[in-house]
């Protein structure tokens, strides 16, 4: 049975008397359980009915598979490794409410798996900086509509986490992580580039039964990789002298050491947890970070890591020529505004990279349907960029057409970076792209060490080659269903002609159009080799081929990017009541059409409905929970503010034909609210104290008049249940 407080001042016409319902107004808690309980929550509720074989629930899975595809397992040889966009988030947008990123689209939050100490259930986290690029349409507490797990969270700060990166109105592009430096730059910013990381606990994918999906290669994973190979005091000590520590600056023990050598469960969790505390608050240069990376075989964390699936292979070629035509320079002078340190000594500059640059196209929009045939005159060098070989890339093409090749390029790829008159002046992570691609970085100017072109070209030619094989495979199978389509048209006609039924003409259509045999792809093999080669690249980018140019370990960075957008924003206001009261107690049309007690006062006696109880210690008639009849002196006269206070009880039962107790008795309102006064203490009485006209409850019974006058002497109103409500975000704390 699903019960709960009413939610309507409606009665039931019909069958409203139910024996376990307690009243007979309508209550909608019903249509939540199951719109917003078992609709919305049926891959939850799945989950557990499935491990559990609870009998009868088989149609909660039936509803959650309602939206997929169901496909032959016998007949579908390719199953692509994409992370599919979910546009679900997107489908109710509310003017007003802003956007913060498309799915899979660059630009938006970076997932990281974590949980910030003030985080919690259904919530994630982002940088406090965050908020502020946003212009505080985020805050603690406002909920956010997420592309991933699929469900609305609530947002809470955590300055660990990657804040957003910016360009600034003078062409500087760096990351800001915190509040105050944020405040330093808030009136240069032209635009927000990159939204920073959010970060999303393992266990809400795990609540609502979604997948996992990759999540970039952060800090936090470079000092586990880095714990699991400190197994040895040798070990421990080359690291030492990579950062250039001493043993004393660092944990004591070894973390690395397996559970055999290290047998205390409980000190080598808290040595591990002491090492892993310190390697995520240091900040390796380019020259420490290969040197770990290579003694070590861990992967280079940020900044070192670039946005590699961003940057589009058609335009690799054409930067690696310009940056063989770059130089490497010594900072001897300040670089940019150095809102964020990354501990470089060198920078990359670029002759030209940014000539004819102009922070006022930032502001425009692009056009719809923008090709690489229509860039011209972008800034920087000029430079040859072939079409997008599959998938049309409007966001890359216009970085392309507003900062030209080199700037764009930088900007794609996550690079820090700032201008120096026509010159592009790249300052952190630099050396990581200049690896990938093979150069040599250790002179004045890089020397390339592989023929990276080469094998960029021989990849360019492959997906060129796949992408002719699906084309001609696509307009096979359009042929194809523009057959089916003229041979089912021509036999539902000659159905309708006949005189046949809806279904049956369906149905004859329907076998008409399969007459027409799918004889498949010509080469099948050379097709499913075509998809995976595709499905490839969209998944890894060009990381396979920097693997192939590099021997160090590399991971994405930002292989996921979480489309989201703002629900309801963060919310705090009394419930209050239409019409608002201070009190429950009722003075039917006595108060006015405000309700007000001072009103109803004036009359002395008052005629209204209310439950009649009787006090155990006079015996007289009360609607109190305490008899309000005063108490009278030697000489038979009334003692104001001297109640009998007495316990009050109903006599007799409720009548079955009667669904509650009131009855019309006159109450003598001017003298109770006298007492209440003395009572209470107060000389004066508060202004506007608003009463109820009836109560509908089953008794009847009405509030103490001191409660009313003491809420509206602090201005708080009440709700129906005789509570003060107030309505804020819910955000459970994560325990410490």
């Known amino acids: ?32 359980v199951i719109g917003e309980g078992m609709c919305l929550k049926a891959p939850k509720i799945r989950k557990h009915t499935e491990r559990m074989k609870i009998a009868g629930w088989d149609f909660i899975s039936k509803f959650a598979e309602k939206d997929k595809q169901k496909e032959d397992s016998d007949e579908i040889k390719f199953k692509s490794r994409m992370t599919e966009p979910i546009t679900k988030f997107m489908d109710d947008i509310i003017a007003g409410r802003p956007v913060f990123g498309s799915p899979q689209e660059p630009g938006g939050f970076r997932l990281r798996y974590g949980r910030a100490r003030p985080s919690g259930l259904a919530a994630a986290s982002v940088n406090p900086a965050c908020m502020l690029a946003m212009d505080d349409f985020i805050t603690i507490g406002t909920q956010m509509k997420i592309e991933r797990p699929g469900k609305a969270c609530a947002i809470t700060p955590s300055d660990y986490t990657d804040g957003p ?64 190979e400190l197994n040895s005091p040798e070990m421990v000590d ?12 660092c944990p004591s023990g070894v973390p690395g050491l397996s559970k055999e050598l290290f047998p205390d469960t409980d000190l080598r969790f808290y040595v591990r947890l002491n090492w892993q505390r310190f390697l995520v608050s240091q900040q390796p240069n380019w020259q420490q970070a290969r040197s770990i990376a290579e003694n070590f075989k861990t992967s280079l964390p940020p900044p070192h890591n670039p946005w590699f699936l961003d940057l589009p292979i058609e335009w690799v070629t054409e930067f690696i020529r310009l940056l063989s035509e770059a130089s490497i320079e010594e900072v001897n002078t300040k670089i940019g505004r150095q809102v964020e340190s990354f ?12 000539a004819g640059w102009n922070a006022a196209i930032m502001n425009e929009m692009p056009p719809p349907d923008l090709t690489i045939e ?11 960029v072939e079409d997008y070989i599959f998938d049309q890339n409007l966001s890359a093409a216009w970085t392309l057409k507003q900062h030209g090749l080199a700037k764009g390029a930088a900007l794609i790829l996550g690079l820090a970076h700032h201008h120096d008159g026509d010159d592009l002046i790249i300052t952190s992570g630099w050396s990581a792209m200049m690896e990938a691609f093979g150069f040599t970085t250790d002179g004045e100017k890089p020397i390339m060490i592989v023929d990276s072109v080469k094998i960029f070209n021989d990849k360019i030619a492959k997906l060129k080659q796949s992408q002719s094989v699906l084309s001609k495979e696509e307009e096979r199978l359009d042929e194809l269903e ?13 159905a309708r002609q006949l005189g046949k039924s809806i279904a049956e003409t369906d149905e004859i259509g329907r076998i008409a159009a399969a007459g027409i045999i799918d004889e498949g792809p010509k080469n099948a093999e050379l097709y499913l080799a075509s998809q995976i080669e595709r499905d490839d690249y969209r998944v890894d980018g060009i990381l396979p081929i920097i693997k192939k140019i590099s021997k160090l370990r ?56 209310l439950g009649l109880r009787t006090c155990t210690t006079c015996g007289k008639k009360s609607p109190m929970l305490s008899c309000h009849h005063r108490k009278m002196n030697e000489y038979g006269e009334t003692i104001p503010g001297e109640k009998c ?34 009572n209470l203490g107060l000389e004066r009485m508060p202004n506007n104290v608003k009463c109820m006209k009836k109560i509908a409850s089953k008794n009847q019974t009405p509030e103490a008049l001191e409660k009313g006058i003491l809420r509206a002497k602090y201005d708080i109103p009440v709700f129906r249940d005789g509570t003060v409500r107030f309505d804020m975000s819910d955000v459970p704390v994560t325990p410490l």
């Open 1 to 32: 049975m699903i019960n709960g407080e009413s939610t309507e001042r409606i009665e039931c016409s019909g069958y409203g008397n139910v024996r376990n319902i307690d009243e007979a107004r309508i209550r909608g808690g019903v249509l939540l």
């Open 165 to 228: 990166w910016l360009v600034l109105k003078d062409g500087e592009f760096l990351r800001c992580d915190t509040v105050e430096a944020f405040k330093q730059i808030k009136d240069d910013i032209a635009t927000v580039w990159d939204n920073g990381e959010i970060v999303i606990g393992y266990g809400e994918f795990l609540e609502n039964n979604k997948n996992l999906v990759p999540a970039g290669y952060s800090i936090d994973w470079w000092a586990s990789d880095l714990i699991e």
């Open 238 to 249: 080359l690291f030492c002298s990579i950062m250039d520590f001493s043993r004393s600056d």
């Open 343 to 354: 501990a470089e000594s060198k920078y990359l500059r670029i002759k030209g990279g940014v």
């Open 374 to 384: 229509d860039i011209v005159n972008a800034p920087g060098p000029k430079f040859s």
């Open 482 to 494: 523009k057959e089916r389509a003229i041979q089912r048209i021509s036999a539902e006609t000659n």
């Open 554 to 609: 590399w991971h994405h960075s930002a292989p996921v990017r979480i489309g989201c957008r703002m629900g309801r924003p963060e919310k705090s206001a009394p419930r209050i009541m239409n019409p608002m009261a201070h009190t429950l107690f009722p003075i039917e049309l006595n108060g006015g059409n405000q309700r007000l007690l001072t009103n109803a006062a004036d009359k002395q006696d008052i005629r209204v409905q």
């Open 645 to 678: 206070g007495g316990r009050t009880e109903f006599k007799k039962e409720l009548d079955a034909n009667r669904r509650r107790r009131g009855e019309i008795t006159t109450v003598p309102i001017a003298s109770m609210m006298e007492d209440a006064m003395i």
